[in-house]
């Protein structure tokens, strides 16, 4: 009864997927898209942990509660890296997924299968008031397909292919990418910690 996290997220895809990913602990999930004007923390950080630790901090000092922030973005070996922490926003200001796409596979268009190597990122930080934050990572090994394929998931999933399923990120249903993501990765290491993460108890 009435177990609680506070993601400081406006992303509906993320969201989502912590929706999916608490439920089997009983735990309700409460993002910035619940909080009517909720600000916008600017992203001015180098790194996924520096970006989800500001998110973190910033929501956690307004609202004195223990607030979970994710920062997580694609890292393409050919771009050296890029779009990286810029992924959201890396074909404009608006965060069009599928322009965004469009770029990445616009400036892979020369580059062979092997060389499309890449992976997703997830930063995770739990601000905890009085307290220092917790961060923990994950990751996600792939490649960039030459055009999209699926339709579930969300930002770059359609031209993510992960080996070991065979499929694009797009192609797997929620419950198996909420097993091998970037992000299930990362918050599987908060698991032993769940009782620090969580803000009410009714
Ligand atoms: O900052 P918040 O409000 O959480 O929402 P955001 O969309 O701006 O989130 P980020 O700053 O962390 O940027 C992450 C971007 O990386 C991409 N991304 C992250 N996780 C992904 C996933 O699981 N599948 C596909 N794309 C992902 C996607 O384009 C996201 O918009
Ligand atoms: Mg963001």
Redesign the pocket.
């Known amino acids: 009864m009435g177990k609680q996290v506070i993601i400081a997220?406006?992303?509906k895809g993320?969201a989502k997927e912590f929706v999916s990913m608490f439920s089997p602990y009983g735990i309700e999930v409460k993002t910035l898209l619940d909080i009517p004007n909720a600000p916008d923390v600017e992203?001015t950080g180098t790194t996924f942990k520096e970006n989800a630790i500001l998110?973190a901090e910033t929501i956690s000092g307004e609202m004195n509660t223990i607030v979970i922030a994710?920062?997580?973005?694609?890292a393409i070996d050919a771009l050296e890296g890029r779009p990286g922490v810029y992924?959201?926003r890396y074909a404009g200001e608006e965060?069009n997924?599928e322009a965004?796409m469009d770029k990445v596979l616009m400036e892979l268009k020369d580059i062979p299968g092997e060389d499309r190597t890449a992976r997703?990122h997830?930063a995770l930080a739990v601000a905890v008031p009085g307290e220092e934050t917790i961060t923990v990572e994950g990751t996600c090994d792939g490649h960039i397909l030459f055009e999209r394929q699926g339709t579930n998931?969300?930002?770059?999933?359609p031209i993510f292919f992960v080996k070991e399923q065979g499929k694009s990120?797009a192609e797997l249903s929620s419950s198996e990418k909420n097993k091998i993501?970037?992000?299930a990765k990362a918050l599987q290491q908060l698991k032993d910690r769940i009782d620090t993460i969580i803000v009410k108890g009714e």
């Open positions: 997220t406006k992303n993320k992203e998110k994710d920062d997580s973005g694609l992924s959201a965060k997924d965004n997703f997830c998931g969300f930002g770059y999933d990120m993501s970037h992000r």
